[in-house]
Structure formats: structure tokens, C-alpha cells
């Protein structure tokens, strides 16, 4: 455990199935204002298998946030998909081949995707250090650590425990009831 910025962090050694050269994931407990804010986003999410939330901050304020979003609307189509994802049949690895289920879609409809997007748009030069906070993953896609690369980041922190927590093949995973924690 680590102290940064009066910020208890958390870092750990684990075996993510994407995670770029040189780069790390730091954890933060659940009552982390910035965690609350990405829960907050995550709720808005119609993707309800794994509905993620993300806030990017700036000098300690919240410059963009974003939630996973699947190219879906229809209620029927959804709920298929939670249940029938052609991923999931075919055993696709996480982080790959979205554009083979429609309601994974792409990589464009990721929470991360979107938030950077956002701050692209808006970007103004004195951004720089930027900090990801991310509800609802235990790690993160190459594409959307590709995209996350794009902007001067400094760190990505998840949820703690989320490893277990929001991890399909962990027996202690909160899958389905992640808004109850």
C-alpha cells in the first residue's frame, strides 16, 4: 500500500490479460470520490452483464465521464445479449473481436473509449497528468488502453478487490448484483 496525494493506493501483482509495457493499475477502496462518481456513471449503462462507469480528472476535478453503452436499444435485444452474447458461446477472449456480436459492438462503445473521446474534444494544453478511475472492470482491453495512451495519463486506478469482484471466472465475482456494493 502506498500513500499518494492523501490517497490510500493499493498496488498489486496480478496477471491481467492486457496490460501495456511499462504501465500499471493502482486500486482505491469503494468510498473514493472519484470510484463513487464512476459507480454513479456505470448506472446508466444499458449493457447490464457488465455496465462500467469512468471519470477522468484533472487537478483534482472531474473533466469527462463516460459508461459503456452497446449499439443496442431494444429492451428483447438486450436481454438476449446478456444472456446469448456470440462472444461468450464462441469463447472469444475478453478485449477481443467486439465487432462480432452486435451487442458488444465495439471498442467505440466502451466507457474508456468514450471518456477519452470526450476529452479530446475538449482538450486544452495545460491537461496533462491525467488520472482514469474505472467501476466495474479488473482490467482493461488493448484497444481501450491504445485509446487511453492517446491522452497525457498518468495513472488508471480501479475498484480494490476487483479482480475478484468484477471477474467472470472468480467464484467470489458480484456479477449481477454489482450496484449492491
Known sequence: MILL???????KEIK??????ERSILYVPISNKYMILAKQQARKSNDHNTPTGVVV?????????????PHISNNFLI???????????LKIPSGTNYWICPGCATNSSHAEYRAVLEVQRKMLKEYNDLDI????HWWC???CWDKMLELPLRNIYLLENSEILFNPKHPGNIIGKQFKL
Request: contains cysteine; hydrophobic residues 35%.
Open 5 to 11: 496525494n492523501n490517497m490510500e493506493i493499493i498496488k
Open 16 to 21: 491481467y490479460p492486457y496490460l501495456p509495457i
Open 57 to 69: 480528472v484533472f487537478n483534482d476535478k472531474v473533466i469527462s465521464s463516460a459508461y459503456n453503452n
Open 79 to 89: 436481454n438476449l445479449h446478456t444472456r446469448f452474447c456470440i462472444r461468450k458461446l
Open 133 to 136: 478511475y474505472l467501476w466495474g
Open 141 to 143: 482491453c488493448k484497444p
